[in-house]
Structures are given as C-alpha cells and as structure tokens.
C-alpha cells in the first residue's frame, strides 16, 4: 500500500522510470526562459522549447514532480483556494513526457495500469473524458483516444464523456504548445448516492467529490498570437496529474487538507492560534456551523498561501510593489487578514510555519531548507508591516460596511442617509476617502456607490494608499459582505496617482517611482466587472 505523500510521489516516479523515463528536477517556480509566464503553472513550461522544436534533451521520455503556481493569468485558481478543498495556489504536479516519442496509445495504458494496477483504484469509480472537438478551431472529435481508452484499459466504455474545448482542450497559455487532452476524473460519493445518480452526469460539472485528478495533453499544435493553431512538426506527450489529489485519493481522504502534506501546517497554525477555542484543525470546540467553517477556511487559507510564499522566495522572489514580487506579497497580505480577522493573531505568524513545511518537504524540495532562516525573516518583515496598518484598516472599513450593507439588502437611501449623518466618525472616514470637508458630497457620493452594492472605489483606493490593502484583497472582503467593488472609480484613482507621480518626477522631486504600482493595481483574478489585464503580458525582469 502506498501511504505517505513520500511514498505516492515515489511511485510514480519509479513507475515511468521502469517504462524507460529519465526523472529530471523541477524546475524553479519562476520560469528561466520565459517572458509570456509569470509563474511556472505546469510540468510542461520547462519543455516548452522541445514542443517547439527549437531545444531538445538528451532523453525522448521525461518524468518528474513540478512546483505549480496557479494564481495569475490564464490558470488562476485563488478563488477557490480554501474555500474548495481541492485547488491551491502552490502544488505538485506529477508529470511524463514524450518528446516526438510515444503517443496516445501508451499515454492512456500507462497512466491506467499506474492507477489501477499499482495503485489499486477502483476501475468503477474512473472516468475519461476526450475532446469532443471544435468546429471553430477546425477540430474533429478525438475518437481515436476514446477508441484506446476501450481497447488499452478495461474502462467501463460508458465513462468515456466526450467534452468540449473549454475542459478537453489544453493550453498553458494565450499561446505556445497546446492540443487536445483525455482526464481522468474519480467518483468519490458514497456507493448508494452513485448508483442514484451515475457519475458521468457530474463529470466536469463542478462537484467537488467528482474530482479530476489527471490530464493527458497531446501536444500537436502551437497557439499563435492571431489565435490560429499552427501543427507542430512532432507529436508529443503531456501529462499533469495533482500529487495532493492522489494523496487524499490513495488515503482515503476527500480533503487534501486530510492529508499527511498539510497536516503539520495545520496543526502548526491552530496550535500558534490565540484563539482558545481552535485547539487543532479537526479539533475546534466551535458550536456554530457557519463560524466552524469560517475558522476552517482560514486554517486552509493559511496552509495553502505559507507554500506559495515560502517556495517562490525561496526559488528568488522578494515580495515587493511590482510583479512577481506584488503577486506573492499580495498572498502574503491575503493569508494575514485571515488569520488576523478569524484566528485572532496580532503577531506575525506566517514564518512560523516555514520550519514545519520545510520539515515536511525538505527531502524532496531541500531549497526551502537551505534558505530556512532568510524565508522567515522576509516573511516576518513583511507581517511586521503590514500588521501595523492592517487593524486601522480593518477598523475603518467595518465602520462603513453596515451602511452598505443596509442599502444592499433593500432600505431605503433616505433612511441611511439619516443614520449615516448622525455617525461622527463613519463621517470622518468618509471626508478622508472623499479628500473633501463637504461631508453632504461625501455621504452623497457613498450612497450612489451603496445603491449600486459596491464599496466605494475611494474608499479601495485609501485602504491601498494609506493602509497597503492589495485591491483584490478588498474585493474578497467586500465579497465575503455580499458586496463588490466600484474597479472604475479605484482604476481612476490609481491612474491619477500614478500621473501625479510621474509629474513630480519630472520636476526631480521624489515622488512615486513610475511604474512602481503600474504591475500592482493589475487585478489578481478576471472577474466579471473589470477588464482583466493578464499578468502573463506584465513585462518581468
Ligand atoms: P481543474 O479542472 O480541477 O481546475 P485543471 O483542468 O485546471 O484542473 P490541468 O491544467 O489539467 O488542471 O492540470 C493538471 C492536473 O493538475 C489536474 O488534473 C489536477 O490534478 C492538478 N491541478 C490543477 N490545478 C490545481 C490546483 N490549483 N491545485 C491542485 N492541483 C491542481
Ligand atoms: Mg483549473
Ligand atoms: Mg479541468
Ligand atoms: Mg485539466
């Protein structure tokens, strides 16, 4: 049986060195040669030339364990992080490659008998999905790979789904090697509720007990920029599959927070905890559901983010206004206000789980180790500083939050606008984010933001300025109140900002470095009110 996360990950890579594959190093999360990517976000980016056919290695098959960051551009998950227990930011994907060598055929026997001849998974609970192609790419369904899924495994032929390009078409980003792909997904409900219900209905359909856990690219063409697919001269093969999804698979857990590569991490968290009532993580003596579960997301959250930040500086960036840096500080910033908020810290914590997770990773990873004492440091520092506004910020957005809350679940303005004007110090607030002593302009201009359910894009813009609220974590605040955020009016703020400060640098007076928060006001996620600017065209270097 294979019962550590040591152990899984071992496996596999054993597993395709018998079937002829050299095993390679992951490569670092910031990608080496790679302008169009920001983070590393799949085993492939490190082969990226070979697809292309301007690199090649010395071996034609390939195998490893690639740190993945999923928390910009074209893979972006951090929405999910914590709330859902199966994306991270950081993770593992497991991965083996053909370079022009093997294709469809082997891909699917061997990812099959690795599943269930070695590992032992329930060939009912499997599914395979192909592509079911795409007329507006000029893309016929991959019958061909449904085909070997019958006569290459002994898949019960109806858990073959045919799917469209949004799931069964790869791409790691807007261009580059990209082709049609087979995932394998698992059924994780209870037998009675699967013979209710078959699971290829909820196959791709979000249920998170019904969990992708591999997918098999094969790589064909090149994305180009005009969107057009070129073929590539050789066909290859891609394949990712998520170590903390096969752990929690092959230890019976449907959390991969139940399992051996987070457990430290949260118990390190609840136990550092101030919070008398969160003992551990399967121990909190919470009565009320809701509270019990906010408790456990921040827990998750925490868990989560120290990865993402301890394995990106160790592998070089320093959290900071710009860039990469202002992607991991952002992170950083996010998993605070948690723990701030919800498990009652006051002093840096974060850094202290780099000495659990390096425990944990350190065979493997030995980087996060061997740079232990200056990750806690950066880490402590950056806690340090944004604690000491992170409280007043907090304390003025709380003070506001009720009057927009009010307005969004249906009172009428006029009465908020009464009880807002007998609220001297909400009134003070608003005179600051509004930069006006004409209190009537601000309460009015407030209420046009509340009418519309959004937080004020002044009041986004002064948490920013003035208290080092990344916008995206206000969004997530603003969300958690049923609330959005007015991105206009806080992208106006910014660009005005920005204007002035290159206005005074012009004149030699030291203002704003230009571009300092030009990658920064960037949002972390597309969300559906904003034109998303990708991280992945942000110029890095
Ligand atoms: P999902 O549909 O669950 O978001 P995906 O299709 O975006 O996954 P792929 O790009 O196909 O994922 O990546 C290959 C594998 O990596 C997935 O099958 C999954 O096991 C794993 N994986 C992807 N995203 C994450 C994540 N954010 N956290 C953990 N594992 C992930
Ligand atoms: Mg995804
Ligand atoms: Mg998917
Ligand atoms: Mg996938």
Redesign the pocket.
């Known amino acids: 049986t294979y019962k550590s996360s040591e152990q899984i990950r071992q496996s596999f890579l054993d597993f395709f060195r018998e079937k002829g594959h050299e095993i390679v190093p992951s490569a670092p999360l910031v990608p080496q040669n790679d302008p169009t990517l920001l983070f590393t976000n799949a085993g492939m980016n490190q082969f990226k030339d070979v697809f292309l056919g301007t690199g090649s290695r010395p071996y034609k098959r390939a195998a490893d364990t690639q740190k993945c960051l999923r928390v910009s551009g074209k893979h972006n998950d951090l929405e999910e992080v914590g709330h859902d227990t199966y994306h991270h930011t950081f993770f593992e994907m497991l991965g083996n490659w053909s370079f022009g060598d093997y294709f469809k055929r082997e891909a699917i026997r061997w990812a099959w008998e690795l599943l269930v001849e070695r590992w032992g998974l329930d060939p009912d609970r499997l599914y395979a999905t192909v592509h079911e192609g795409d007329e507006a790419l000029g893309l016929e369904p991959d019958i061909e790979a449904a085909e070997l899924w019958k006569t290459e495994t002994s898949i019960d032929p109806t858990h073959i789904k045919f799917c469209p390009t949004k799931?069964?078409f790869?791409m790691m980003g807007d261009t580059g090697p990209c082709g049609p792909?087979s995932?394998i997904h698992i059924d994780l409900r209870p037998e009675e509720e699967r013979r209710r219900l078959p699971g290829i209905a909820l196959v791709n359909a979000g249920d998170p007990r019904v969990m992708?856990i591999?997918?098999l690219?094969f790589i064909q063409y090149n994305a180009l920029p005009d969107g057009r697919l070129e073929p590539l001269k050789a066909k290859h093969v891609d394949t990712?599959m998520g170590l903390e999804r096969i752990v929690a698979v092959l230890q019976g857990k449907t959390s991969n927070y139940d399992t051996d590569l987070f457990a430290p991490l949260l118990e390190r968290a609840a136990q550092l905890s101030p919070r008398e009532d969160v003992r551990g993580y399967d121990d909190l003596r919470i009565a009320d559901d809701r509270e019990r579960e906010r408790v456990r997301v921040a827990l998750r959250v925490v868990a989560d983010h120290i990865r993402a930040i301890a394995f990106a500086i160790a592998d070089g960036v320093v959290p900071g206004p710009a860039g990469r840096g202002y992607v991991i500080r952002r992170l950083l910033r996010r998993a605070v206000r948690y723990g701030y908020q919800i498990l009652a810290f006051r002093e840096p914590f974060l850094y202290q789980l780099v000495e659990p997770l390096a425990h944990k990773m350190g065979r493997v990873f030995p980087e996060v180790e061997r740079h232990r004492t200056y990750i806690e440091r950066v880490i402590r520092a950056e806690e340090e500083s944004f604690l000491a506004t992170l409280g007043t910020g907090l304390a003025f957005f709380e003070r506001l939050i009720p009057y927009l809350k009010a307005t969004a679940e249906g009172q009428p303005l006029e009465v908020v606008r009464t009880e807002l004007l007998r609220d001297g110090p909400a009134l003070d607030l608003l005179e600051k984010a509004y930069g006006t002593t004409d209190r009537q302009a601000a309460v009015a201009a407030f209420l046009k933001s509340a009418a519309e359910k959004n937080v004020p894009g002044e009041l986004a813009f002064l948490l920013h300025d003035t208290y080092g609220f990344p916008v995206d974590l206000t969004q997530l605040m603003a969300r958690e109140e049923g609330l959005g955020v007015d991105m206009a009016q806080y992208e106006a703020l910014m660009h005005r900002q920005r204007e002035r400060a290159r206005a005074a640098s012009t004149f030699g007076i030291a203002g704003l470095p230009a571009d300092e928060e030009a990658a920064g006001w960037q949002r972390i996620s597309d969300g559906e009110d904003s034109v998303f600017v990708g991280y992945d065209t942000t110029r890095v270097d």
């Open positions: 799931d069964n790869w792909c995932e992708e591999w997918n690219v990712g």
